[in-house]
């Protein structure tokens, strides 16, 4: 397809995209109506308590177009596509470059430009200087706000000759769609990192979705020897940032108080037991799962390929073994967890594909394979509260019930909140066409009185960025479990009243 063409097809379709993006927010796609061609929305409220496991439904086979084009050791990092005007677009690396293929089916890709010698010409590469000296690959590409523009995360490397790479991550940019890509500087760095030439160390193998107003970007970070485990780490930047250097904060500690350049992170995927089998937590494939309404993953560990499920991207279930690597000379790495007919590496459904690198450790090219993948409801049932949460309360209408302030909570159902020192405030506005949730800061020292009786739910332990991480699932699960136009949400510490404002359902 001609450039003017993708071009086209993206100004009449992005803004849909981009739309159906910013929904994609704490772990439910609002709205219920099909997106211009995209599956339907998954449900506005989640279960605290599910169950499902995902199995491998079909035989091994061979991936994507590689060796006869000249790519070699498909895939080195997560695939990303995106599907415009009944093409798929697909950036995948091999060797030390990144390539895009296009196609109308994954089945009939083939690379968007060759070289005299039918060759693949890379859309990205190494430099020979800087962070991405000897290699860059994208992990993660991702739609910009204007016509044909795209933001490309990208793995990146400076190897030593004799052994050990130091690895960052980067941020490009593209006005066409994909073919070429402007390089914006490095934009997550690892937290401890080991002497060059030491080891393996830095940060690195990005893979990214949006989360309401931001890029969350998932990474490994490897520290030095005698540091914690590498396992998989996640920033974010606000999506009007362009992810630009200095606009990433990493996650530490249960807040994002942390900056992407050297910056301290706590590992929100970690291995799974025993870590002297698997070793270690990489090379993550993040979506939103239309099917269970939450964020699914795959990672790679030393003895196979897991997966695992989080309602908000940051709390996320031990994982668990959908392939085993088999021997070590047919070590198994580099999963992608993809649904063609959703559109977008971000989102997948109740069918898709686990591509994979096969043959790591040889000491010739990996190839890429596949195996088609299924949600199968009803099995391994697992919980996704949060460690030592308080139980959910239920207020009975009229009464006093004073709420654990060392958590957030979340109540549904018109409230007043009284506070210790005799001060009132009446919350609740008698619309049945509006919710309202409330949300309580640490130390708030108040009492919610439910006239109509109300239910409230713990959300996290209480710090200073819970208030941001209030999930627009819970307005809707828990504010609106009747229906409601919009849901007005409150928060309270112990000075009274310190936020008010009107989400739109």
Request: hydrophobic share 40%; proline share 6%.
């Amino acid at each position: 397809m001609a450039a003017d063409g993708v071009r086209g097809a993206i100004l009449r379709r992005w803004p849909v995209w981009l739309l159906g993006a910013l929904l994609i927010i704490g772990g439910a796609v609002l709205g219920t109506a099909q997106r211009d061609g995209l599956p339907p929305a998954a449900p506005a409220t989640a279960a605290e308590t599910y169950s499902y496991s995902l199995a491998l439904s079909g035989p091994e086979e061979d991936g994507l177009p590689g060796g006869e084009f000249g790519m070699r050791s498909l895939p080195d990092g997560h695939i990303s596509f995106l599907s415009a005007n009944g093409q798929y677009h697909v950036w995948v690396t091999g060797g030390t470059h990144a390539y895009l293929l296009r196609g109308a089916s994954f089945d009939s890709l083939r690379p968007h430009r060759t070289d005299a010698r039918g060759g693949a010409v890379p859309v990205l590469g190494p430099t020979g200087e800087g962070i991405d000296r000897d290699y860059a690959g994208f992990g993660a590409v991702l739609p910009g706000l204007g016509e044909g523009e795209l933001y490309g995360i990208y793995h990146a490397e400076q190897q030593c000759p004799r052994g050990g790479t130091t690895a960052a991550i980067g941020m490009a940019y593209s006005r066409d769609f994909g073919e070429t890509w402007e390089r914006r500087g490095t934009i997550i760095t690892g937290r401890n990192l080991a002497p060059p030439c030491a080891k393996f160390t830095g940060a690195g193998e990005p893979s990214a979705i949006v989360v309401g107003d931001y890029i969350y970007l998932y990474y490994v970070d490897w520290g030095t020897a005698s540091g914690p485990p590498d396992e998989v780490h996640v920033a974010r930047a606000r999506i009007s940032s362009g992810g630009l250097p200095g606009t990433w904060q990493k996650y530490y500690r249960g807040a994002w108080s942390q900056p992407g350049l050297g910056g301290q992170s706590t590992a929100v995927i970690a291995r799974a037991a025993p870590g002297a089998t698997t070793v270690y937590a990489a090379n993550p494939s993040v979506s939103f799962n239309t099917v269970l309404g939450r964020y699914l993953a795959t990672v790679e560990s030393r003895d196979g390929i897991y997966y695992t499920a989080s309602e908000d991207g940051v709390r996320w279930e031990t994982p668990r073994m959908l392939l085993s690597t088999g021997e070590r000379p047919q070590r198994i790495g580099y999963p992608t967890l993809l649904s063609p007919m959703s559109g977008w590496h971000a989102v997948t459904a109740g069918d898709g594909y686990l591509y994979y690198a096969k043959g790591i450790g040889q000491g010739q090219a990996h190839r890429i394979m596949r195996r088609a993948v299924r949600i199968v409801p009803g099995a391994g049932a697992q919980s996704l509260a949060f460690p030592g949460a308080p139980a959910d309360q239920t207020l009975v209408a009229g009464q006093e019930h004073a709420l654990d302030t060392r958590w957030s909570w979340v109540c549904s159902g018109d409230v007043d909140v009284r506070f210790a020192d005799g001060r009132h405030e009446r919350l609740f506005d008698s619309d049945g066409e509006t919710g309202l949730v409330v949300m309580l800061d640490e130390d708030s020292g108040v009492f919610v009185v439910a006239p109509y009786g109300a239910h409230c739910h713990a959300t996290e332990p209480a710090t200073e960025a819970a208030a941001t991480n209030l999930k627009v699932a819970d307005l809707l699960a828990r504010g609106c479990a009747h229906g409601c136009r919009r849901v007005l949400v409150i928060r309270i510490d112990r000075f009274g009243v310190t936020e008010r404002r009107w989400e739109p359902v």
